[in-house]
T-cell receptor, first 113, second 113 residues
Framework: GQQLNQSPQSMFIQEGEDVSMNCTSS?????WLWYKQEPGEGPVLLIA?????ELTSNGRLTAQFGITRKDSFLNISASIPSDVGIYFC?????????????FGQGTILTVHP | DVKVTQSSRYLVKRTGEKVFLECVQDMDHENMFWYRQDPGLGLRLIYF???????EKGDIPEGYSVSREKKERFSLILESASTNQTSMYLCASSVHQGQETQYFGPGTRLLVL
C-alpha cells in the first residue's frame, strides 16, 4: 500500500519549546489529518486539512497542507507536559474510496517539565 | 460525541486459539476499520467495511477475517492466533464518502503466548 514518511520518529524537548514534525508522500494526497494518541488510548483528531496551501490552527497547534500536496507539517508552540503522546499524520489519496486513510509511522513526543 | 467502544482493553491468548475482537460505534457510521499498531510501523489497515455484510481487505489481511452483521458492530477474528499477532488493535469508524475523519476506539492490547 501507499506509505507516508513521518519525521522525526521521536523528540525529547523541554517545556516551553516549540515542536515541528512533518510527513511526506510519494503520491498526491487530497486530505491530510493529524492525530494525537495518549498512552493507553486511541488516536484523537487534532486538525484536518482539505486544500493545498491551507494553514489551520487549533490552539497552540498549527498544521499546513503543502502546496505540492505531497507533504504536511504540524507545529506545536510553547509545549507543555500534557502534549506528551504519539502524533500521527494521515492522508487520503485521490482515487481511494470508503474513507480509507494511510498513516505515518508516528512521532513520539516527550516533554520534560 | 462519537463513541467507539472495543470489547476488551487487554487480552491474553494462547497460540492456535480463535480470538474475537469486537467493536461497536453509536453514530450510525457506514465505514468501519480495523488497524494494528506496532512500534515504528504506525497504523496498518487490516480490513474495512463500508456497509453491512460488505468487507474489503486492507494492507495486511493475512491471518485475519472480519464480520459485519449489523451496522454498528464490526468484529475482527483471528482464526488461529500466532505470536506475531501480538499487537495493539484499533477500531475506527467514519461516515460515508466525503468525510475522511475517522474516530477511534481505545484499542485492545493482545498478547499471544
Amino acid at each position: 500500500g501507499q506509505q507516508l514518511n513521518q519525521s522525526p520518529q521521536s523528540m525529547f524537548i523541554q517545556e516551553g519549546e516549540d515542536v515541528s514534525m512533518n510527513c511526506t508522500s510519494s503520491s498526491i494526497f487530497n486530505t491530510w489529518l493529524w492525530y494525537k494518541q495518549e498512552p493507553g488510548e486511541g488516536p484523537v483528531l487534532l486538525i484536518a486539512l482539505y486544500k493545498a496551501g491551507e494553514l489551520t490552527s487549533n490552539g497552540r497547534l498549527t498544521a499546513q497542507f503543502g502546496i505540492t500536496r505531497k507533504d504536511s507539517f504540524l507545529n506545536i508552540s510553547a509545549s507543555i507536559p500534557s502534549d506528551v503522546g504519539i502524533y500521527f499524520c494521515a492522508g487520503r489519496a485521490g482515487g481511494t474510496s470508503y474513507g480509507k486513510l494511510t498513516f505515518g509511522q508516528g512521532t513520539i513526543l516527550t516533554v520534560h517539565p | 460525541d462519537v463513541k467507539v467502544t472495543q470489547s476488551s482493553r487487554y487480552l491474553v491468548k494462547r497460540t492456535g486459539e480463535k480470538v474475537f475482537l469486537e467493536c461497536v460505534q453509536d453514530m450510525d457510521h457506514e465505514n468501519m476499520f480495523w488497524y494494528r499498531q506496532d512500534p515504528g510501523l504506525g497504523l496498518r489497515l487490516i480490513y474495512f467495511s463500508y456497509d453491512v455484510k460488505m468487507k474489503e481487505k486492507g494492507d495486511i489481511p493475512e491471518g485475519y477475517s472480519v464480520s459485519r452483521e449489523k451496522k454498528e458492530r464490526f468484529s475482527l477474528i483471528l482464526e488461529s492466533a500466532s505470536t506475531n499477532q501480538t499487537s495493539m488493535y484499533l477500531c475506527a469508524s467514519s461516515v460515508h464518502q466525503g468525510q475522511e475523519t475517522q474516530y477511534f476506539g481505545p484499542g485492545t492490547r493482545l498478547l499471544v503466548l
